[in-house]
């Protein structure tokens, strides 16, 4: 069972930013690597996902609108997610992720892509909260 260290959480005003990182104690190198987020009262939603293979296909929720980005590093074995233009609603407790069978790509024409599964992802991170002020 890999451990996992999750930072940069805290507190932001409406506007602003925040990146938050995760740190594996295994490699994660070919891991669909994921970022979900639990606000209260409500059911976990996948935020992000990134491939870290030689090709390192993204995929984000649509809620999003191109205000969060997820990268990786395979030698510091950590992924990231720069989450910016934050709202309240944005307010959450966030988890990394990974399947480590790689099961999030598939084909699309003669392009690698990321189709979600949010049920391939068996490992997670203790979580780091966000809360955002209007």
């Known amino acids: 069972q890999p451990q996992w260290v999750e930072s940069g959480g805290g507190s932001a005003q409406a506007g602003g930013s925040l990146t938050l990182s995760c740190r594996v104690s295994?490699?994660?190198?070919?891991?669909?690597m994921a970022w979900f987020r639990q606000r209260l009262g409500t059911e976990f939603e996948l935020v992000s996902i990134?491939?870290?293979?030689?090709?390192?296909?993204?995929w984000y929720a649509d809620f999003l609108k191109g205000r969060f980005s997820h990268s990786h590093d395979n030698a510091e074995k950590s992924v990231y997610l720069r989450m910016n233009t934050l709202t309240p609603n944005d307010t959450a407790t966030y988890y990394c992720?990974?399947?480590?069978?790689?099961?999030?790509?598939?084909?699309?024409?003669?392009?690698?892509?990321?189709?979600?599964?949010?049920?391939?992802?068996?490992?997670w991170g203790q979580g780091t909260q966000v809360a955002v002020s209007s």
């Open positions: 990134v491939f870290t293979g030689r090709l390192s296909p993204k």
């Open positions: 992720a990974a399947d480590a069978k790689g099961q999030c790509l598939r084909m699309l024409g003669s392009t690698v892509v990321i189709s979600p599964r949010p049920r391939d992802f068996v490992y």
């Open positions: 295994e490699r994660i190198e070919g891991y669909c």
